[in-house]
């Protein structure tokens, strides 16, 4: 049985009928599946703008453009494998520790027989529990984190879940290669000094976005792939990575960043890599302007599945 695609664009206006992640079956109409973008409405761990609770709808309806064909990686991604829309996983908005367990029992479950999931956010903080289901199944996982922020804070007014903290988390769980750990895209002031001291000594390394900019991409992209190696990989796109005139619908906006064309110039670059899952977050609609960011956030979701729709998907 082939795989069931998405809605022809040639029949059914693309403008017309239920927003699914590039109008993909939902996961209830396909017995069995490869790839799953799934939303995560939650919010309740940001330090600044509230709204990315709102980010998985914005996505799927910037979705409605999305094209079968992916030229740059030579793939259709929705022929070769059956990637669905998994819907929303429901979180409690009042308590983030039960929302992060909830959040980590759910993608455990929707991994179970074999599924990779493209996670749309939602704050940060989503990414502790998927990087948890993550390491149960693959043991602990190289991580490739674009952002501008490091998100290896250890506290914010003293609590230790929120948008800011869950790559310390992880670390702290042994859930990371630490050999293999890496920021993209990193920018804008910091606490102090120690933030980089601390970032470091959990095994980061950083490439800012000045760098993408001295070295370019290829430099980049060669630089990340031998630090990565056969390892498999977990890739975390905060969309505050891009400057704010790419990406202004977000809580956290910081000047001097990457455009979308490097940002999936870097990804495109990561072909062949053992991919076991991926994110995008910090998409908040309400302080966006023309779906700039929504349409951003949907290319790198895009770019995700197709990655993991050429990988093996053992
Ligand atoms: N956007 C994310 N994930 N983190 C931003 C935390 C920056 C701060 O409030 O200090
Ligand atoms: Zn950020
Ligand atoms: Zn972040």
Redesign the pocket.
């Known amino acids: 049985m082939p795989n069931i695609g998405p809605l022809d664009s040639s029949r059914v206006p693309r403008f017309a009928g239920f927003a699914t992640f590039a109008r993909l079956p939902r996961i209830d109409q396909v017995e069995r599946a490869d790839v799953a973008v799934v939303g995560v409405p939650f919010d309740s761990?940001?330090?600044?703008r509230p709204g990315a609770r709102f980010g998985p709808a914005a996505v799927r309806e910037a979705s409605r453009l999305l094209r079968p064909y992916h030229p740059e990686l030579d793939i259709s991604p929705f022929e070769e494998k059956q990637v669905v829309d998994a819907g929303d996983i429901a979180v409690n908005p009042f308590n983030i520790g039960e929302a992060i367990e909830t959040l980590q029992q759910e993608a455990e479950a929707l991994q179970a027989d074999g599924t990779r999931l493209v996670t749309v956010g939602g704050?940060?903080?989503i990414a502790l529990p998927l990087l948890r289901a993550a390491a149960k199944k693959h043991g602990p996982v190289a991580l490739l984190h674009f952002?501008?922020?490091?998100?290896t804070?250890d506290t914010?007014f003293g609590e230790p879940y929120?948008?800011?903290t869950?790559f310390r988390r992880a670390s702290e769980e042994g859930i990371l290669d630490t050999s293999a750990l890496s920021h993209v895209g990193t920018r804008g002031p910091l606490?102090g000094k120690r933030d980089l001291e601390e970032d470091r000594r959990l095994g980061f390394g950083i490439v800012t976005s000045g760098d993408v900019l001295r070295r370019g991409v290829t430099e980049t992209v060669d630089a990340l792939r031998q630090r990565i190696g056969d390892r498999p990989l977990y890739v975390s796109v905060?969309i505050?990575v891009l400057d704010p005139a790419h990406a202004p619908g977000?809580?956290?906006p910081e000047a001097g960043g990457m455009t979308s064309r490097e940002l999936l110039e870097i990804l495109r670059g990561l072909r062949d890599l053992n991919l076991v899952g991926a994110d995008v977050?910090?998409l908040a609609p309400a302080y966006d302007h023309a779906e700039i960011t929504a349409i951003a956030a949907s290319h790198v979701a895009y770019d995700l599945v197709s990655l993991l729709a050429l990988g093996k998907g053992e």
């Open positions: 761990g940001v330090s600044y704050d940060h903080t952002d501008a922020h490091l998100d804070w914010y929120t948008h800011g869950p606490y905060d505050d977000t809580g956290t977050v910090e």
